[in-house]
């Protein structure tokens, strides 16, 4: 199994309620379900044919009555007090847009591919509480969310660009990630650029810098 997967599934957690939204293959709640870490899981995908693959997967869980299955965009058809929600694999504006849409799940992992920092905003701008938040490689670098509905998470403006955990723990992969974007954005600065987008790209650049000599 892929580490990106396998680290999703490390974030879970026993709960009596599981709902895997925009699940795809399933593997996620296949750790759910074969560790028996819940016993009500709710498979969901707005794609038919994902969702297929998930109910193949899950064909035994299915016919146990422990999984059922859900065509449906966001968090349509998944109950409100679902324990446990995992959103992974999608933008963090696409995820922002579902919880808009539907609600704050009373517990939650969250992988977005991008805009954690726009996800990070609208999540403490509704109230939840954000414990876990780091990036990770496993062939390209993610972030992680893992939170609850409720809570008193404060963070800085450093905070909401890089993530809590990032900046107190200072991970290998954290500071490769920092890195490599400096890198992307020197390569954009040798080239011809509009004044302001040049003062933003150096100015981020130099956030970055901070960080990475332990000064934020
Ligand atoms: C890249 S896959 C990620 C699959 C899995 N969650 C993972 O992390 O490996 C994204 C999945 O989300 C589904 N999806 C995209 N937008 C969705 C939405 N608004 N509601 C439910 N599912 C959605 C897609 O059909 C696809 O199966």
Redesign the pocket.
Known sequence: MKKR?ELLCSLLFPVSSFAD?????GYCSEYMLSNGLCEDVII????RG?LKKAETLLSRYVKEGKCRSNLG??LRGIPKETELVLI???GGM?IVS?LKEGFLPKNFVF?PMKNTKELRQFLLANGAGIERDFTFFDEKYYDVLCGTRKGDTIYSPLEYEFGRENLRERSADFLAFLAEKNKRDAALLKGELPAAAREEICARVRRREEVLRGCS
Request: proline content about 0%; some cysteine; charged content about 20%.
């Open positions: 997967i939204v925009g699940c795809d293959h969901s995908d707005v794609s994902s965009d966001g992974a694999g999608m696409e579902i992988q």
